[in-house]
């Protein structure tokens, strides 16, 4: 393909793909299956590499992956981004009425919006393209999470419509609740702390330092305020409707009000609404509608005088604590869960809540059979807030954490200075065993879809399984035929699961599959306590091969960027164990990848050698994560932070400040990408 049929080609690709994400992210319209999205999204990726100087401004591509940051620059705004004042009663409502109709008389109109539980997040966009995110901070100056912001499908990359050269938006980023409760089965599953609300882990995403992760958690965003007029609009509900005919998500819920019956109407309707909503809110915002007007009512301090914020109180029943139950996650964390009397609750009906660990219990003073106070503010189960002691039997005992495993009965163990007990017989308890078996063929990990939780307990049950090595060990016979009974539930009725000879053949062939997968991969799936999957990739990148891995000393692991004591004696204690060597020996022989060859360094050069480099900013040529990708296929290594033993500074646009003043104090080189493109002759 030539130059021009490929600048063609990705222009046509990446305005179709545009058009995808926005209907289905912004107008929840599906005009495209999954399938032929990814095709035509790979199809540019692989265009977009070979001929990287074509890549256009918020191209899709740019969308999942982005660049680690370790440091988020801060930015002043341009227009501070205030706090709203907040309300709780009718009366502050029917005040700040009055107050308004003081300054700019009777005919004044409101309009009603819901109050997201999320992180405020101000957008500038030049040119139409998405050129910065900047969360409030202060107020007057927030956080640069530009990179993260650009993997939220719903915020456009690049605008639509009429728009002007320079353009600044504010909204909101939320955590919709089906994915937060995914994110929290994930971490309950791997023996992780389960997040505490939607909105702190929304806030806590933002700040994450790798793109991939923000991107698989799938945040969402509303955007409800321009800091000033665009296109000649003359009230808010104008700006609203035009800031949806730029591409950007805006909530239909919104109301158009006249007197403040109406304001109390749109409140009632939403405190019992709010329920069936995909995402929490925890209010109503009430703003005057005509721009001249907000103009007029003017600013306090620190919040506008033209809008205010009704809060919900919230939600909080009182039931019987009936007992305290324990359960065992992959890694062995042990996690106390609080059986309660039945009790309806933000319109559902709550039996169990969560009570994280040791501390949280000893810090409740609980009691069993006492009466305790029960919230949901978003949780994937409640949790217990407080304790009416003046019900408690003064005979009953206190809750302590378990002694011993309510699974194996071996006794608990606490390492210092983390929260959680576990269960270190890891190789012998059965929902430990089941864990890592579910972790290793996971999409992350190994990819084998076509085994299962359900699948993975049935051959445990069956004494087919008793760890990762005895997946390769599966055979037709020994499949066919297996059944299982899933028991009916509340939520669902009784199951029956079979394999059949269909069924059977793709999980031999998903087995098969995964022999292909890299030895990082192979690594990951091992389910080592603390190994993730960033750090296994630099493991392996490192050691090459797990026999070098296993024979690294602490002070070795610890030489590599991000792997501290706590990795290192982990790895080392796993590696000690005969029957880990055992497994790894039995999936060697299986012909699982254990090692780095040679030909996948074929097109390494030696021209970067003994050179490390720190990469900070935004490329107009390549993503930083390409960068990187050569400075290693050229012998160079990089580095996360700016030292004395800092060869280059990468800079790019946008770059932290702090790094940039490092770099000139201690002398290090700062070049451009150009400058780095002539060093290995690209």
């Known amino acids: 393909m030539t130059e021009t049929e490929a600048k063609k080609e990705i222009a046509k690709l990446t305005e179709e793909l545009r058009e995808y994400n926005y209907n289905y992210y912004v107008l929840s319209k599906s005009l495209i299956s999954d399938y032929d999205f990814d095709i035509k999204l790979k199809e540019l990726e692989k265009l977009e590499s070979k001929f990287p100087g074509l890549r256009q401004a918020g191209s899709p591509t740019r969308r999942v992956g982005g660049e680690p940051s370790k440091d988020f620059a801060s930015v002043k705004h341009k227009y501070p981004m205030l706090s709203l004042s907040n ?5 502050d409502i029917r005040d700040f009425d009055q107050r308004v109709r003081k300054v700019v008389g009777d005919e004044v109109e409101y309009v009603c919006e819901l109050k997201y539980d999320g992180v405020a997040i101000g957008l500038r966009y030049e040119k139409g393209v998405l050129a910065q995110a900047v969360t409030r901070g202060d107020g ?34 939320f955590f919709p609740l089906k994915d937060f409760e995914r994110i929290n089965k994930e971490r309950l599953e791997n023996g992780e702390q389960t997040f505490a609300n939607p909105r702190n882990s929304a806030s806590g995403t933002l700040k994450m330092q790798d793109p991939k992760e923000v991107a698989h958690r799938n945040l969402d965003c509303f955007l409800y305020y321009f800091p000033i007029s665009y296109n000649n609009v003359e009230t808010h509900y104008e700006a609203m409707q035009y800031a949806a005919s730029l591409g950007f998500k805006v909530s239909k819920n919104m109301a158009l009000c006249k007197n403040i019956d109406e304001i109390f109407e749109f409140i009632n309707d939403w405190e019992t609404g709010r329920h069936g909503l995909p995402y929490e809110i925890d209010g109503i915002v009430i703003k005057v509608n005509q721009l001249k007007m907000q103009q007029q009512l003017a600013f306090t301090a620190k919040s506008p005088r033209w809008a205010i914020a009704y809060k919900f109180k919230a939600e909080r029943a009182e039931t019987k604590l009936e007992s305290v139950g324990f359960q065992v996650g992959r890694t062995g964390a042990v996690t106390p869960v609080a059986n309660l009397s039945p009790v309806q609750l933000a319109g559902t009906t709550v039996k169990r809540a969560s009570l994280h660990n040791a501390d949280i219990i000893n810090k409740l003073d609980l009691h069993y ?48 200075g983390e929260s959680a007990f576990y ?3 890891q190789d012998n308890c059965p929902p430990q065993i089941k864990g890592k078996l579910e972790h290793f063929i996971s999409r992350k990990a190994m990819n084998i879809d076509s085994l299962g939780e359900g699948k993975v307990e049935m051959l445990y049950d069956n004494g087919l399984l008793g760890n990762v090595a005895d997946l390769y060990k599966l055979d037709y016979d020994s499949l066919i035929g297996l059944e299982k009974v899933i028991p009916a539930t509340e939520e669902k009725k009784e199951k029956k699961l079979s394999l059949r000879d269909k069924s059977v053949r793709n999980i031999l062939s998903g087995l098969e599959n995964s022999k292909k997968l890299g030895f990082e991969k192979v690594l990951f799936a091992l389910g080592i306590r603390h190994i993730g999957e960033t750090v296994a990739k630099k493991l392996a990148a490192r050691f090459k091969s797990i026999d070098k891995l296993k024979d690294a000393s602490i002070e070795q692991l610890t030489e590599l960027e991000d792997i501290g004591d706590k990795i290192a004696i982990s790895l080392s204690e796993w590696f000690k164990d005969p029957k880990h060597q055992t497994i790894i020996e039995e999936l060697k022989k299986s012909g699982l990848d254990f090692e ?11 021209k970067l050698e003994g050179k490390s480099f720190v990469v900070s900013g935004v490329f107009e040529q390549f993503s930083r994560n390409e960068i990187k990708q050569l400075i290693e296929e050229n012998g160079g290594k990089n580095i996360g932070s700016v030292s004395a033993k800092t060869n280059y500074l990468l800079a790019g646009a946008n770059m ?25 002759d690209y």
């Open 596 to 606: 780095i060859h040679e030909e996948d360094n074929i097109n390494k050069t030696n």
């Open 423 to 425: 269960c270190p017989n």
């Open 140 to 173: 007057n100056q927030g956080d640069d999470v530009t990179n993260n912001v650009k993997t939220i499908k719903s915020i456009p990359l690049k605008l639509r419509g009429d728009y002007p050269a320079e353009l600044e938006i504010r909204g909101e980023i």
């Open 369 to 416: 059979n006492d009466y305790v106070y029960v919230e949901k503010g978003g949780e994937i189960i409640p949790k217990i807030v407080g304790i009416n002691k003046s019900k408690r039997d003064p005979r009953a005992d206190k809750v302590s954490f378990a002694l011993v495993c309510p699974e194996c009965g071996s006794g608990l163990v606490r390492t210092e």
């Open 656 to 680: 932290g400040p702090a790094k940039l003043a490092k770099a000139e104090k201690l002398g290090v080189r700062i070049i451009s990408e150009e400058e780095f493109r002539k060093m290995i």
């Open 87 to 91: 309300s709780y009663s009718e009366q």
